[in-house]
């Protein structure tokens, strides 16, 4: 490492743009004495809702069955020893108009009724490549001005610039560029 002086200067870019898809994750359920049948009920349950979404205008390529689990249920009465099984399919729906999010969401409610429910609905950026490159200008514009700052403050020049690296975004729904690094020398 050189004995120069330097500047290090730390920086976020930021960029942001309306949401342009939602993802919708639901579940299909269904409970039976017999977990074959469990089972079987569930998956009907979810070729209907997959179905529905289908003639919603979700693509089938924005359709995608995310996990399938089968658990044994007991009756909530103490002394009762009773159980059926009880599986579940969950599903995500990207729907490539947000707005549309509410009308596939009671597509899938008018397929499967109480045997589907909703984990939540994400809006996000479909491509976020642009924004990522905005974030990184952004940044970069914002370290360049500090260590300018604060060169003609300390009375010195800035010389080239000895490092520059980034990070990873802290917020995974708004890209950013961060940190970025930049040095100056004494002249």
């Known amino acids: 490492m050189s004995n120069s002086p330097t500047i290090t200067v730390e920086a976020t870019g930021v960029a942001s743009a309306l949401p342009d898809i939602a993802r919708i994750n639901l579940f299909t359920f269904a409970e039976d004495p017999a977990p074959g049948d469990a089972l079987t009920s569930c998956s009907l349950l979810t070729e209907r809702v997959l179905g529905a ?5 979700v693509s089938p390529s924005d359709l995608e069955t995310t996990s399938i689990d089968l658990n044994v249920q007991y009756k ?3 002394d009762d020893t ?3 099984y009880r599986a579940s399919s969950g599903l995500v ?3 490539r108009h947000p707005r549309e999010a ?3 969401i009671s597509a899938a409610v008018e397929a499967a009724g109480t045997g589907v429910g909703i984990n939540g609905v994400g809006f996000d950026v479909d ?3 642009p924004l990522v490159s905005l974030a990184r200008r952004d940044a970069v514009a914002e370290v360049m001005t500090a260590a300018r700052e604060l060169a003609n403050a300390a009375g ?3 010389g080239p610039l000895v490092e520059l690296s980034e990070g ?10 961060r940190p970025f690094l930049a040095a100056a020398r004494r002249s």
């Open 102 to 104: 509410g009308r596939v």
């Open 82 to 84: 009773e159980q059926s």
């Open 168 to 177: 990873r975004p802290l917020n995974p729904f708004g890209p950013a560029g």
């Open 76 to 78: 909530r009465e103490p």
């Open 127 to 129: 491509d976020k490549a």
């Open 156 to 158: 010195v020049a800035l």
């Open 93 to 95: 729906a990207t729907v």
């Open 53 to 57: 979404l289908r003639d919603a205008g």
